[in-house]
């Protein structure tokens, strides 16, 4: 798989859970936080939407790039922040969030293989060790 491909991927991913984390948090964290949660948390829920933002558009706009250090670098950020994101979603998923979390854990699980297969066999000349 192509790593622009990986990137878009992972930009319209990331982007749409930013949205509705933005738009929605309680809807998005599937019945772990009700319609009455205190506005902290909810405001805590919508930071994250930020923050899942600002990573699609990274993405987004890497995805046409040249080889370079800095395209690895996105690259190794996204095996790594799709990677941990994982193996939390599965941790959570083993002591007690929604069934539905799995699926999230494997979307990651399945963006961050790609990231690293794709990251590596795109990776600048400068970087290959």
């Known amino acids: 798989m192509k790593l622009s491909?990986?990137?878009?991927?992972s930009a319209v991913y990331m982007g749409l859970l930013g949205l509705g984390y933005l738009v929605s948090p309680a809807a998005m964290s599937f019945g772990v936080v009700d319609a009455t949660a205190s506005s902290a948390l909810i405001g805590l829920l919508r930071l994250q939407a930020s923050l899942f933002i600002g990573i699609a558009v990274l993405s987004w706009m890497a995805r046409d790039a040249?080889?370079?250090?800095?395209?690895?670098a996105i690259a190794l950020g996204n095996t790594v922040g799709f990677g941990l994101g994982a193996i939390l979603i599965i941790?959570?998923?083993?002591?007690?969030?929604?069934?539905?979390?799995?699926?999230?854990a494997l979307i990651n699980l399945l963006i961050a293989a790609a990231f690293f297969m794709a990251g590596r066999a795109e990776m600048s000349t400068g970087n290959r060790r």
Do not use: M
């Open 66 to 72: 040249e080889a370079s250090k800095a395209r690895d």
């Open 91 to 104: 941790w959570g998923a083993l002591t007690g969030s929604p069934a539905v979390t799995w699926v999230f």
């Open 5 to 9: 491909l990986v990137l878009t991927i």
